[in-house]
């Protein structure tokens, strides 16, 4: 099946610092990617829809402000959280949709630590 | 989307079939049932979907009743390693139909 990829699967950063996080399609192409946010014990919620070319959209409560998406090419979709603090800390995945059948291929995961 | 309604727990011995009840009554004409599972600390993992028929691949059979109010997802043979939180998730089918809505599970422990 196709594969997408996160990059950094783990980091820890100080309070007020920026986390850039990478989501890769490695083998296909994907104008659409979805990034979500799964705190202990929750089920994954999501937080944006990554559209190339254009503007993300957010999900209602979202800052788009504090959660910068950039889709710059068809296999790359970032996510940076600003200025980050201890309640961002979290595990953020990011999705892909299939060419067919309708299912999403997701991403490993970054666990994000903010000290 | 439809809501989906699932047990919050289940366990099965390794080595048995593990059957995974789904509810989703409000099932749509157009809508598929989609199966996913998270390992621990993992992204989500595709397993299957179906429309009316049931549907088998190398990781699992979909059984969906007639009146498609429910369905079941069956493990034939667990392994320790099927140990995850599957969701049970009713969409239209499509890759740019939008995001999956990820209710609560069920969590499945193998045991050995």
């Known amino acids: 099946g196709a594969v997408v990829s996160q990059h950094p699967s783990w980091v820890i950063c100080k309070s007020g610092t920026s986390v850039k996080i990478e989501c890769r399609s490695l083998d296909f192409q994907a104008t659409t990617m979805f990034w979500y946010r799964q705190f202990p014990k929750q089920s994954l919620m999501l937080m944006a829809t990554s559209n190339e070319g254009s503007k993300a959209t957010y999900e209602q409560g979202v800052e788009k402000d504090k959660f910068l998406i950039n889709h710059a090419s068809l296999t790359l979709s970032t996510l940076t959280v600003t200025s980050a603090h201890p309640e961002d800390s979290s595990f953020y995945i990011c999705s892909a949709p299939g060419l067919a059948g309708g299912e999403q291929f997701f991403g490993p995961g970054t666990r994000l630590t903010v000290l | 989307d439809a809501k989906t309604t699932q047990p919050t727990s289940m366990d099965c011995a390794e080595g048995r079939a593990a059957n995974l009840p789904c509810n989703h009554s409000t099932i749509s004409g157009n809508e598929y049932v989609y199966w996913y599972r998270q390992i621990h600390s993992q992204g989500p993992q595709y397993i299957i979907h179906?429309?009316?028929n049931n549907e088998t691949n190398e990781m699992a059979s979909l059984i969906i009743t007639e009146d498609r109010k429910s369905s079941t997802l069956i493990l034939p043979h667990a392994t320790l390693r099927d140990t995850a939180v599957y969701y049970c998730?009713?969409?239209?089918?499509?890759?740019?139909?939008?995001?999956?809505?990820f209710g609560k599970g069920t969590k499945l422990s193998v045991k050995p």
């Open positions: 998730i009713v969409r239209v089918a499509g890759g740019s139909q939008g995001n999956l809505i």
């Open positions: 179906g429309l009316k």
